[in-house]
């Protein structure tokens, strides 16, 4: 438990948020509002959805605050009316205004999800993987106008796994930058806190995945390939096409899962019975896929009930 509890706002979105969330109530912090992005359509019934973030603080009979836009004069009234000692942000999705950073007295911490400057952005966890990076981490940094420019409080660093999916590592990288928080509050409040300018060098943006980041392209390198599978998966997965020999249209097929072997042949054409299909450079085994309509499944399951000969090409 903290020995000297603050008022806090926290802002927030997935899952990655709710363990800090979490953190911040087990330590004894006084939780005054917490924000989220509104609720979405998903699935197939297109329901409204809230973030997982909203229904963990629901839950915990959290006051709510779920505005689509910060810079109203009416929104940015509200957030200074709550008096908070700081703000905690995490993964929240929304612009944070002049007004709103300088509300709280102490201002607003933010959890990011690299090794800053590296990965500035909104999807620092999938581009880490998908680049091939080796090493990453969660910081805390003090907010400011700019972009994830601000400096930097404290910092964990992770491995990035060869068989890393972004689901596995969110799942890290949340818990060890929910750990980072207690401290770092304490030592702002306490005006003990050691903050570091971020490098100029280095620096790259983490830009928002986006259908056209899901195609496979069998002509790069299995190594890339691996890497922009598992960066995909859980969500939203990578695709290919194939075109099944009863069918005349083709079918579009999710992977989340596959490991680099040896192989060669022209580029998207399956090996052998194990989808095993050749790349630019090497091969890939296709481990878990997705068919419409269906949950993902192990190739082995999968091929029990799609004959996918040696010699068929995906594109």
């Known amino acids: 438990m903290s020995t000297n509890p603050q008022r806090l706002i926290f802002m927030g979105s997935p899952e990655i948020a709710v363990t800090a ?10 939780i005054v509002c917490v924000y989220t992005q509104p609720p979405r359509a998903a699935g197939r019934g297109r329901k409204l959805t809230p973030t997982p973030v909203h229904i963990y603080a629901e839950a915990r009979g959290l006051p709510i605050r779920t505005p689509h836009t910060l810079k109203s004069a009416e929104e940015k009234t509200a957030f200074q009316a709550l008096q908070a000692d700081l703000a905690i942000v995490v993964a929240y999705g929304l612009i944070l205004p002049k007004a709103v950073l300088s509300a709280p007295k102490y201002g607003c911490v ?19 993987i998908m680049a091939g990076d ?10 400011e106008a700019g972009l994830d420019t601000g400096p930097v409080l404290a910092s964990a660093e ?8 972004s689901g596995s590592l969110y799942a890290r990288l949340s818990r060890l930058g929910a750990d980072l928080l207690p401290d770092v509050i304490d030592s702002l409040i306490a005006g003990m806190s050691n903050p570091h300018v971020q490098s100029q060098a280095g620096i790259s943006y983490a830009e928002k995945i986006t259908a056209a980041d899901q195609p496979i392209d069998w002509t790069r390198p299995a190594n890339e ?21 009863d069918a005349s249209r083709p079918t579009v097929l999710k992977v989340f899962m596959s490991e680099v072997c040896a192989g ?52």
């Not at 969330?21 to 006084?30: A, N, Q, S, V």
């Not at 690299?114 to 999938?126: D, E, H, K, T, V």
């Not at 080796?134 to 907010?143: L, N």
């Not at 082995?300 to 995906?314: D, L, P, Y």
């Open 21 to 30: 969330l979490e953190k911040l109530i087990e330590t004894g912090h006084e």
């Open 110 to 128: 933010n959890l990011h999800a690299s090794l800053l400057p590296r990965w500035r952005g909104a999807a620092p966890i999938q581009r880490a």
């Open 134 to 143: 080796k090493r990453t981490g969660i910081q805390a940094m003090m907010m």
């Open 158 to 165: 992770t491995d990035i796994g060869r068989q890393e999916t």
């Open 225 to 245: 390939i691996d890497a922009q599978i598992r960066g995909l998966s859980p969500a939203p997965g990578a695709k290919l096409i194939y075109t099944p020999q």
């Open 264 to 315: 060669e042949g022209v580029p998207g054409t399956v090996l052998d019975d194990k989808l095993t299909i050749a790349c630019g450079e090497g091969a890939i085994r296709l481990k878990i896929l997705q068919r419409p309509g269906k949950g993902p499944m192990s190739a082995e399951a999968f091929v029990k009930g799609v004959a996918i000969r040696e010699g068929t090409r995906f594109t």
